[in-house]
């Protein structure tokens, strides 16, 4: 099985983490042989994620648990930048991990630990700017869902993390365990992308 592991992080967007699990999660169900182990990673044992919702990750950051897909959510990511523990961890997981992705302000993060430095990038719509004043380096780009880098792979805000989440299983699964995964979610999959 591949391990999928999803940060979180204090004020981190609750449907950032939840859509992306839910996803790997439900391709599991559609498919004879599974193919996740989805968990969550966390600094703490109980994480406050935005507007008070509790999550108590099934890793920590000490743990040596090894990572196959990393996937780093946005939130209120400002305090996690200026975390050097978490964003050593996020640059040592992105160099062993096959794949890496990011959720919305998540690629903030990712920036900032050095996983990515150049190269097409986007994020939610209200911080667009923010990242192009930040990490000038990066071509962001907007009005895209989500940017398939190839091992690496960005989403704008929130629900666009499905979207992306969903190509990641189709590459790895097959489109149509992909398509059966939304089915089962009824959920509507935009596949666009650049």
């Not at 099934?58 to 946005?74: H, K």
């Not at 961890?89 to 993060?109: D, H, M, P, Y």
């Not at 989403?155 to 939304?182: N, P």
Request: hydrophobic share 40%.
């Amino acid at each position: 099985m591949l391990s999928v592991g999803i940060l979180v992080y204090p004020d981190v967007e609750v449907m950032d983490f939840a859509g992306p699990f839910e996803v790997f999660s439900t391709s599991n169900r559609v498919q004879e042989n599974p193919k996740f182990d989805v968990f969550l990673v966390g600094e703490e044992s109980l994480v406050s994620a935005r507007n008070g919702f509790m999550v108590s990750p099934r890793y920590f950051l000490d743990d040596s648990r090894s990572i196959d897909i990393l996937l780093v959510p946005g939130g209120v990511h400002e305090p996690s930048m200026s975390n050097e523990k978490l964003n050593h961890w996020i640059a040592e997981k992105a160099r062993q991990a096959n794949t890496v992705a990011s959720v919305c302000t998540g690629v903030f993060l990712l920036a900032n630990s050095g996983v990515i430095v150049d190269g097409p990038v986007t994020t939610h719509h209200e911080d667009i700017e923010d990242l192009r004043k930040r990490f000038p380096a990066l071509d962001v780009h907007s009005n895209v869902r989500w940017i398939d880098r190839g091992d690496v792979f960005v989403s704008a805000g929130i629900s666009a993390g499905i979207d992306m989440s969903l190509e990641i299983v189709a590459q790895l699964c097959g489109k149509e365990i992909a398509l059966k995964t939304a089915e089962k979610m009824e959920y509507t999959w935009l596949e666009k992308t650049e």
